[in-house]
């Protein structure tokens, strides 16, 4: 379905995000993708700017060999969501994350976050994405 | 039913979409009724779920399961996003009342008027913590 551009502009930005600074743990780039008043709802991380970025110094120095992958991007409106997956080490099954973004002023003012580690084995055949 | 604010007008497409998820939730979900399924999803719809069987079999079994020993089940719609066949739903599981429950994202494909493909996240709700802040 055709987006609006307002909806096609906040999926670039957040794609952005996460190539720039969140698959990066790159703190020195909070301010360009994260709103002021930045409301965190994730479990994993304290709250605003200060958080995020307290998250990111603690995230680099525990996962150096991180590797994180977009599996689903979706717009409606200001709110965009991502689907994406984590594996800390090598033979890690990975984390599933599911990611909910409100943009506002042309940065992320919301975020929610769901976290669940993969088992080792599915119970079907078509795998976790 | 906590659709999010619509800063935009959906196509048909999406209202119906949209729905058909509401519907799940109330119909099924909610109202913990294993036959209402077939109106919702197709029998072989495609489940990611790391905790689900493939089908509506197994979902039908949960759903009997789930009426048995916790009839008092409810899934709180905290927001609801659509992109196309596309519909995200976050919400909050509870089994009982003041069961802390857990966090969920679903996604469905929707296609020819039913679902056909279902992804989940869930997270347990637990005391501790590093944000206060509430997960919703």
Redesign the interface.
């Known amino acids: 379905m055709p987006y609006s551009p307002q909806e096609q502009h906040n999926l670039d930005f957040c794609t952005r995000m996460y190539h720039e600074m969140l698959f990066t743990f790159d703190a020195s780039r909070v301010d360009e993708f994260i709103h002021p008043d930045y409301i965190q709802h994730s479990t994993a991380a304290s709250g605003g700017r200060e958080g995020l970025r307290a998250f990111f110094a603690d995230r680099a120095g525990r996962f150096p060999d991180v590797k994180m992958t977009i599996k689903g991007a979706f717009a409606d409106g200001d709110y965009t969501i991502f689907q994406i997956h984590t594996i800390r080490h090598e033979g890690d099954p990975g984390m599933a994350i599911a990611d909910i973004f409100r943009m506002e002023d042309g940065k992320v003012r919301e975020h929610w976050e769901v976290l669940q580690e993969i088992p080792a084995s599915l119970p079907h055949e078509n795998g976790m994405y | 039913m906590a659709r999010?604010?619509?800063?935009?007008n959906y196509?048909t497409?999406?209202e119906v979409n949209l729905a058909l998820v509401e519907g799940l939730f109330e119909n099924v979900l909610n109202a913990i009724d294993d036959e209402a399924v077939d109106f919702y999803i197709w029998p072989d719809y495609?489940?990611?779920s790391?905790?689900?069987?493939?089908g509506t079999g197994p979902l039908k079994e949960l759903l009997r399961r789930i009426k048995r020993d916790h009839p008092q089940s409810v899934h709180d719609v905290k927001?609801m996003?659509?992109?196309?066949?596309?519909v995200?739903v976050?919400y909050h599981a509870r089994r009982w009342p003041g069961d802390k429950g857990w966090?969920?994202?679903d996604?469905y494909r929707i296609e020819n008027g039913l679902i056909a493909e279902h992804?989940d996240?869930?997270?347990d709700i637990?005391p501790g913590?590093?944000?206060?802040?509430?997960?919703?």
């Open positions: 999010i604010h619509r800063p935009r196509t497409e999406e495609i489940q990611h790391p905790s689900a069987r493939q927001r996003m659509v992109d196309g066949d596309m995200m976050h966090a969920a994202v996604i992804w996240v869930v997270q637990q913590s590093i944000n206060p802040l509430s997960p919703f």
